[in-house]
Structure formats: C-alpha cells, structure tokens
Nanobody
Framework: QVQLVESGGGLVQAGGSLRLTCAASGRTFSKNTMAWFRQAPGKEREFVAAINWSGASLDYADSVKGRFTISRDNAKNTEFLQMNSLKPEDTAVYYC?????????????????????WGQGTQVTVSS
C-alpha cells in the first residue's frame, strides 16, 4: 500500500519559517516528480511547488517564489518544503503529491502533471 505522510506543519508567526516533510512508503518515487499543493478554507486546492526526479527541474507558484524551496532525498524516498518569510495568506492544509506514470520526466510545467498519489495533509497556520 502506497502512503505519503506529511509532517512539520504547525502554528507560526508571520515572517517565520517551517519545514514540511513528506515520507513515502509502499513504493519508490526516486524516478518520479513530486510536488506540494495547498488548500485554504473555502478555496480550491492550488499548486505550490514541484521537483522532478533528479532535482534539476523545479516549478513554483508565483505566490511562493523566493520564499519557498522544494527539495528531495531519493535515498530516503522523501521530499521537503522549506517555507520562509511566511505570510498569513500561506495558511492552508499542505498536501504532498507524487506522480506515478512518467518516470524520468525532465520537462517543464510540472504544475500541470497528473499526480496519482496524495498524502492526508498537514495544517500550516500563520498568525499576523
């Protein structure tokens, strides 16, 4: 059974930092693109960041560019999201996602890929 488990969420003041971790189990994703999405109350889920299998191709939402950094550790089947300079509008449930159909993808536009696997989410709350 494939599982993606997020951790590292919490309550932080504006301007602060958090580091999210997504640990995958049940299969390896070292050949696949992984991503982060978020969903704020009353809003649709939105793309945050993605990283291809090698780490050479990255994609970020405009709203987080320069503040968030996505990375991965293929040996540990894990991805990370370092979030700095957090703003109240970053408050949301953050979801880890992984592609299962396009191994060794090295193109751009990672935000538009079909992500087959999803975690349960971790809450991030930024107070003003």
């Amino acid at each position: 059974q494939v599982q993606l488990v997020e951790s590292g969420g919490g309550l932080v003041q504006a301007g602060g930092s958090l580091r999210l971790t997504c640990a995958a189990s049940g299969r390896t994703f070292s050949k696949n693109t992984m991503a982060w999405f978020r969903q704020a109350p009353g809003k649709e889920r939105e793309f945050v960041a993605a990283i291809n299998w090698s780490g050479a191709s990255l994609d970020y939402a405009d709203s987080v560019k320069g503040r968030f950094t996505i990375s991965r550790d293929n040996a540990k089947n894990t991805e990370f999201l370092q979030m700095n300079s957090l703003k109240p509008e970053d408050t949301a449930v953050y979801y880890c996602a992984a592609d299962g159909d396009r191994p060794y993808y090295s193109g751009s536009n990672l935000k538009s890929m079909l992500y087959r696997y999803w975690g349960q989410g971790t809450q991030v709350t930024v107070s003003s």
